[in-house]
């Protein structure tokens, strides 16, 4: 189970991990240290998730042959429904430039996958983001990795309780507060081709 939590705050270089805006680009001092991570967000119309998810799974291999999947999710609940969240790894912007070119001319993906998922779309979201420095992407000892790991949504509610009754958490709350403009949870089941849980 993958607990993602985002928020928008109006500190420089403090969005967290879900897609705010469409298409948008991180700047400031990270955007020279290399790896990006793309975020993508696709809504789909509801009469259509099964069939996108299963030409998903059949064909994803045809995505994958040009750039690292980190992950790739349904979302469960928060926020609208129907909808599947997915990160891809590329080595600097150059390099999702590269890869997006070869997607354009990779004619299998194009029939396969991109021509019939189309109108199985509702919207697409897009957003680059990079890891925080003390952080780095790990294949858990469990088949259960989170970017907020939990057991299950109860032993998530849990720790919850438990951590808003510890004074330095919630010292630690009180003072970022003031930079946060909006947040939003999302609780995202696993696809069985992702290589995170």
Partial sequence: MLVLRSGLTRALAARTLAPQVCSSFSTGPRQYDGTVYEFRTYYLKPSKMNEFLENTKKNIHLRTAHSELVGYWSVEFGGRMNKVFHIWKYDNFAHRTQVRKALAKDKEWQEQYLIPNLALIDKQESEITYLVPWCKLEKPPKE?????????????????????????????????VNFLESQQNMLLIPMSFSPLK
């Fill in 144 to 176: 259960v990795h989170v970017l907020w790991w939990n057991e299950s949504a109860d032993s998530r509610a849990a720790g919850r309780h438990q951590s808003h009754e510890d004074p330095r958490v919630v010292a630690a709350v009180r003072e970022s």
